[in-house]
């Protein structure tokens, strides 16, 4: 039964390890992303269907 314990304890120990690498790595800027807002706005000006000049097939040309 204390080798439950024993296990927990570490469980919780690494855990918290982990969580405070986390917290100094967001506080670096490891994870702020220089790059995207950079390139997004090449592609916001992205083509969208317009069904006014939706192109006929052969079966609605017949109608």
Known sequence: MSVIYLLIIVSI???IGFF???IVAVRSGQYDDDYTPSVRMLFDDEL???PKN???TTEE???
Request: proline share 7%.
């Open 13 to 15: 120990i690494i855990a």
């Open 20 to 22: 405070i690498a986390f």
């Open 48 to 50: 969208k269907p317009n």
């Open 54 to 56: 939706k192109i006929q």
């Open 61 to 63: 040309k017949q109608i």
